[in-house]
T-cell receptor
Framework: DAGITQSPRHKVTETGTPVTLRCHQT?????MYWYRQDPGHGLRLIHY???????DKGEVSDGYSVSRSKTEDFLLTLESATSSQTSVYFC????????????FGPGTRLTVL | GNSVTQMEGPVTLSEEAFLTINCTYT??????LFWYVQYPGEGLQLLLK?????DKGSNKGFEATYRKETTSFHLEKGSVQVSDSAVYFC???????????FGTGTRLQVFP
């Protein structure tokens, strides 16, 4: 358990509204990741961060932005939520080399109506 | 590009049966390989890993061997329990990157 919390754990929102999900870690891990999990797709990387203010896109980044102003917090923002963004969102962290396994938070279930 | 292919589920077994979940990968270089498990309503947990060819990862009675010649990392357990019911994900860590590539997951259902 890498001390990862996600908030909120559940959220229902309407199309067109902005949504921000928060990931908080207590392990001082350098790397942080946002994934979405959908049936038939497994986990797909949205964005990731390799340090404070250092972020990069994953394979499904359209419609999402991220920010990391502190080591412990990584925010995922849906600027204008759409129904296709209904999903379960997982945050993960990773320490530096040589440890390349990732540790996952409990997830946030987001429903966009 | 790099990818991971897992057998489709669900895999349905009786308690104490032998389990195999197949995983093959495509990758350049020498990736590390992982199995993660997701219990209902929870996030993913690392089950085991292997970082080089012929390594065997093991944990909680589960095993997987990194086979470079067949590009495989099949998950096995000799005697499953009801508590093993979960979704299992195979993943690889791309060499010289910070990212994991996941398979689509295989649901295991074990009945008493």
């Amino acid at each position: 358990d890498a001390g990862i919390t996600q908030s909120p754990r559940h959220k229902v929102t309407e199309t067109g509204t902005p949504v921000t999900l928060r990931c908080h870690q207590t392990e001082n891990h350098r790397y942080m990741y946002w994934y979405r999990q959908d049936p038939g797709h497994g986990l797909r990387l949205i964005h990731y961060s390799y340090g404070v203010k250092d972020t990069d896109k994953g394979e499904v980044s359209d419609g999402y932005s991220v920010s990391r102003s502190k080591t412990e917090d990584f925010l995922l923002t849906l600027e204008s939520a759409t129904s296709s963004q209904t999903s379960v969102y997982f945050c993960a962290t990773r320490g530096g080399e040589p440890y390349n396994e990732q540790f996952f938070g409990p997830g946030t279930r987001l429903t966009v109506l | 590009g790099n990818s991971v292919t897992q057998m489709e589920g669900p895999v349905t077994l009786s308690e104490e049966a032998f389990l195999t979940i197949n995983c093959t990968y495509t990758a350049t270089g020498y990736p590390s390989l992982f199995w993660y498990v997701q219990y209902p309503g929870e996030g993913l947990q690392l089950l085991l890993k292997a970082t080089k060819a012929d390594d065997k990862g093991s944990n909680k009675g589960f095993e997987a061997t990194y086979r470079k010649e067949t590009t495989s990392f099949h998950l096995e357990k000799g005697s499953v329990q009801v508590s093993d019911s979960a979704v299992y994900f195979c993943a690889l860590s791309e060499a010289n990157t910070d990212k994991l590539i996941f398979g689509t997951g295989t649901r295991l259902q074990v009945f008493p």
